[in-house]
Each structure stands twice: as C-alpha cells, then as structure tokens.
T-cell receptor, first 111, second 111 residues
Framework: GENVEQHPSTLSVQEGDSAVIKCTYS??????FPWYKQELGKGPQLIID?????GEKKDQRIAVTLNKTAKHFSLHITETQPEDSAVYFC??????????FGSGTRLSIRP | DTEVTQTPKHLVMGMTNKKSLKCEQH?????MYWYKQKAKKPPELMFV???????INESVPSRFSPECPNSSLLNLHLHALQPEDSALYLC??????????FGSGTRLTVV
C-alpha cells in the first residue's frame, strides 16, 4: 500500500519569508496529491492539489511541485502571513480508491 | 451549500452506551468518508461509501457501524467503545474520489 513521509514535522519562519514542506510517496500508481491545512478545532481544508500529469501548480501565494520520477512533491508558501500558521498535511493516492496522509507539519509564522 | 455538516460537535459516552454520529452534505458528492484523528496525528481512513454503497472498510472493529441512508447522509453508529476510541471523528465527501471537503468533526470522549 501507499506510504507517505512528510518533513519537517515543525517549521517556524519569519513573517514575509517563504515556507517549504516536502513529501515522498511510495506507490508509483498514485496519481493525485492534495495538500490540506488544519487549524485548531477544525477539519482539514483542501488548499491545493496536483495530478500526476502536471509538474507544477500555483494559486496566489501557494504552489505545489511534483517530481514523479523521484516520487517527491512539495508545498511552497511565499510571503507568509500570521494566518498561515496551522498544521499542513500532504496526501497521496488515487481518485479511484483512497488517499493516504503524511504525518503533518506544524507551521508557525513569527511576527 | 459547500459544507459538510457534522453533529454533534462534542460527545461524551460511557463504554456501555450506544450513540450515533451524523454527517450531511448537499453538494451532490457521490463519495463519503469517515476518518478518525488522534491528537497530533494525521486523519486515518475508516470507511468509504461510493454511490451509497460501502466500498472500503479499513478493518475497523465492529463496534463502529457505518450507514449511508441516502446520498446526502452518512451515519456512524457507536456501541461498546473503549477509552482508546476517544478521538476526533471526521466526515468528508468528494464528487469523484478527489477534492475532499471535510466537516469540522465530532470530538468523542469515551469514559
């Protein structure tokens, strides 16, 4: 089955700087890679996703890159703001079956 | 309506009680999911319903019993739970296996 590893587990960046979170997956059949943001007391919220036929996707300050050969994908947040503080989960899988979550990254933005 | 609504938000139950968690969505999504999330851990898949039929059961103990009465509703019936079952129970839906929308969850405490 799929196994997703996520690093780092905690990340602290200065407001305005960039943050990068990295994930690796094991199953070459995985073709769908979403990223979720979870704030305290709330359910995960989908912030961006990418499919295996695309190498990069951007939405305002958020971008995701995918390297299928290396089985790596990354989340990039630029110009970080205090409201970006949360736990971020990557996930991998197939839309035909299920997705598996990474272990999460707690992102803190320092003022 | 772009939300998944879960009730109740909090539940305390004894080990001999029977209770039910409810999830509702009106986005026309055909896939619905139950996840369990322990503190500081990623969500773990429990059940997947596709077109109102159970398609995935991740070897969940029988004290958890899912039910999908119609395309908008998903229930999780609980009976004879253990203290270690205390967790945040998340419901999610998706149109076709990706782009999950999560509810805010039910925080369950078993005493």
């Amino acid at each position: 089955g799929e196994n997703v590893e996520q690093h780092p587990s905690t990340l602290s960046v200065q407001e305005g700087d960039s943050a990068v979170i990295k994930c690796t997956y094991s199953d070459s059949a995985s073709n769908y890679f979403p990223w979720y943001k979870q704030e305290l007391g709330k359910g995960p919220q989908l912030i961006i996703d990418i499919r295996s036929n695309v190498g990069e996707k951007k939405d305002q300050r958020i971008a995701v890159t995918l390297n299928k050969t290396a089985k790596h994908f990354s989340l990039h947040i630029t110009e970080t703001q205090p409201e970006d503080s949360a736990v971020y989960f990557c996930a991998a899988g197939s839309s035909a079956s299920k997705i598996i979550f990474g272990s999460g990254t707690r992102l803190s933005i320092r003022p | 309506d772009t939300e998944v609504t879960q009730t109740p938000k909090h539940l305390v139950m004894g080990m001999t009680n029977k209770k039910s968690l409810k999830c509702e969505q009106h986005m026309g999504h055909r896939a619905m999911y139950w996840y369990k999330q322990k503190a500081k851990k990623p969500p773990e898949l429990m059940f997947v319903y596709s077109y109102e039929k159970l398609s995935i059961n991740e070897s969940v103990p029988s004290r958890f019993s899912p039910e999908c009465p119609n395309s908008s509703l998903l229930n999780l019936h609980l009976h004879a739970l253990q203290p270690e079952d205390s967790a945040l129970y998340l419901c999610a839906s998706s149109p076709s296996g990706d782009g999950y929308t999560f509810g805010s969850g039910t925080r369950l405490t078993v005493v």
